[in-house]
C-alpha cells in the first residue's frame, strides 16, 4: 500500500553532483524509516544510505560516506538523497524502500525493506 516513486537521476559527470528524491504515498511516512540502495550493472543491489523516522539517525556505505547525505521531510513525504563530489563506480540505478524498522542491521540490507520504488538510473560519466 506503500508507493515510492524516485526521480532526479540522470547523466553528468565525475565530481557534479545530482539530488534524487522520493515521494511516498503513505500518509503514515513519518512512521516509515527510509532508505536508498543501487544496483550497478553486473554487480548485486547494495546499501548505500538510510534515515530513521524523524530524521535524527542516518547510517551511510563507506563508500558514499562524506560524499552523499540522506534526508527527509516528513511534510512532504519526501527523502533525498543528496549526492556530491560524484564518481564514475556511482553509476547504477538508485532505489528508495521503506521499512518500519530501526537497527543497524535490518535497515542497511535489501531484506529489511518491505516497500521499493521502480528506480532513477545515474551515470556518471569520467
Known amino acids: 500500500q506503500v508507493q515510492l516513486v524516485e526521480s532526479g537521476g540522470g547523466l553528468v559527470q565525475a565530481g557534479d553532483s545530482l539530488r534524487l528524491s522520493c515521494a511516498a504515498s503513505a500518509r503514515t511516512f513519518s512512521f516509515y524509516s527510509m532508505g536508498w540502495f543501487r544496483r550497478a550493472p553486473g554487480k548485486e543491489r547494495e546499501f548505500a544510505a538510510a534515515i530513521s523516522w524523524s530524521g535524527g539517525s542516518t547510517y551511510y556505505a563507506d563508500s558514499v560516506k562524506g560524499r552523499f547525505t540522506i534526508s527527509r521531510d516528513n511534510a512532504k513525504n519526501t527523502v533525498y538523497l543528496q549526492m556530491n563530489s560524484l564518481k564514475p563506480e556511482d553509476t547504477a540505478d538508485y532505489y528508495c524502500?521503506?521499512?518500519?524498522?530501526?537497527?543497524?542491521?535490518?535497515?542497511?540490507?535489501?531484506?529489511?525493506?518491505?516497500?521499493w520504488g521502480q528506480g532513477t538510473q545515474v551515470t556518471v560519466s569520467s
Open positions: 524502500a521503506a521499512t518500519r524498522a530501526w537497527t543497524r542491521v535490518v535497515v542497511t540490507t535489501t531484506t529489511g525493506y518491505d516497500y
